[in-house]
T-cell receptor
Framework: GDSVTQMEGPVTLSEEAFLTINCTYT??????LFWYVQYPGEGLQLLLK?????DKGSNKGFEATYRKETTSFHLEKGSVQVSDSAVYFC??????????????FGGGTRLMVKP | EAGVVQSPRYKIIEKKQPVAFWCNPI?????LYWYRQNLGQGPELLIR????????DSQLPKDRFSAERLKGVDSTLKIQPAELGDSAVYLC????????????FGSGTRLTVV
């Protein structure tokens, strides 16, 4: 079945450091890929998405590129802020709306940014 | 526009007691999902509704879990009786049918079974 693997956290960075959170997936065909963010005490919020190979999703300074050849969707940000401290989840949605729009999530990566 | 509303935010119960969670989706979202998020893990789907019909409940432990979505709007997820292993955050989400770009989650209900 479909699966998503993320790098384990926590990831601890100083403010203005470069961020990479790795995400790889296993799926049949070409799924849609997402990054969600969960701030303390809150629900998951969609951060960015990509629906086909070589698409780049971006939002709030975060970027991720859909790499079909490496089945990856790594999250990057050039300069993190303390307010970026949260848990980040990579997720996929099966292609052609198989599995009824169900999202398959990775285990999450906690990011801690220190001033 | 109000988001997906869940209540209660927190619930602590003793094992073997019943518990219920409530979800009000975004207006017009016909599809509703219940996910369970164990500590330190990603959410996992429990059940999906299209309007009032449960179209995917393969991951729902039916011996103790039940759900309903009367009139295709609000939904209730129930556990009876609760076990220690049910401690988790229960997330509700909603979307338009066939939404290709992810969907909106509620803030969740954190259940602690003692």
């Amino acid at each position: 079945g479909d699966s998503v693997t993320q790098m384990e956290g926590p990831v601890t960075l100083s403010e203005e450091a470069f961020l990479t959170i790795n995400c790889t997936y296993t799926a049949t065909g070409y799924p849609s890929l997402f990054w969600y963010v969960q701030y303390p005490g809150e629900g998951l919020q969609l951060l960015l998405k990509a629906t086909k190979a070589d698409d780049k999703g971006s939002n709030k300074g975060f970027e991720a590129t859909y790499r079909k050849e490496t089945t990856s969707f790594h999250l990057e940000k050039g300069s993190v802020q303390v307010s970026d401290s949260a848990v980040y989840f990579c997720a996929l949605r099966a292609p052609n709306n198989n599995a009824g729009n169900m999202l398959t999530f990775g285990g999450g990566t906690r990011l801690m940014v220190k001033p | 526009e109000a988001g997906v509303v869940q209540s209660p935010r927190y619930k602590i119960i003793e094992k073997k007691q019943p518990v219920a969670f409530w979800c009000n989706p975004i207006s017009g979202h016909n599809t509703l999902y219940w996910y369970r998020q164990n500590l330190g893990q990603g959410p996992e789907l429990l059940i999906r509704y299209e309007n009032e019909e449960a179209v995917d409940d393969s991951q729902l432990p039916k011996d103790r879990f039940s759900a309903e979505r009367l009139k295709g709007v609000d939904s209730t997820l129930k556990i009876q009786p609760a076990e220690l292993g049910d401690s988790a955050v229960y997330l509700c989400a909603s979307s338009y049918p066939g939404e290709a770009y992810g969907y909106t989650f509620g803030s969740g209900t954190r259940l602690t079974v003692v």
